[in-house]
């Protein structure tokens, strides 16, 4: 069984951008936990995997135009999805492949 990290996210946007930041961390995976309106923002809390958070700050740069922020820590290991182990699996067989080749 193949496990990944699973990181706990708080993402604090203006009001106006949080539909598409929670369309954005659906698509990456995350579990929302939560919504709290504060003011003119909301501080959205969610979990994600660490994978599909990689480059979060630029996408989120770029879906709030600059003006959203992010915290992110470790929080608990899960079973990686069939289809991302499969992914996993198929990269370390042709690296392996690839390390075989170069060796001889």
Do not use: C, W
């Amino acid at each position: 069984m193949l496990l990944e990290p699973v990181m706990q996210v708080k993402v604090i946007v203006p009001n106006e951008f949080t539909g598409d930041v929670m369309g954005d961390l659906n698509a990456k995976r995350a579990r929302v936990l939560g919504m709290n309106p504060k003011g003119g923002v909301t501080e959205i809390e969610a979990m994600a995997p660490l994978a599909e958070m990689q480059r979060y700050a630029t996408a989120l740069r770029s879906l709030t135009h600059g003006r959203g922020t992010y915290t992110m820590r470790f929080d608990h290991y899960n079973p990686a999805p069939a289809h991302v182990a499969q992914k996993v699996a198929e990269a370390t067989a042709k690296e392996l492949a690839t390390a075989g080749h170069a060796a001889h």
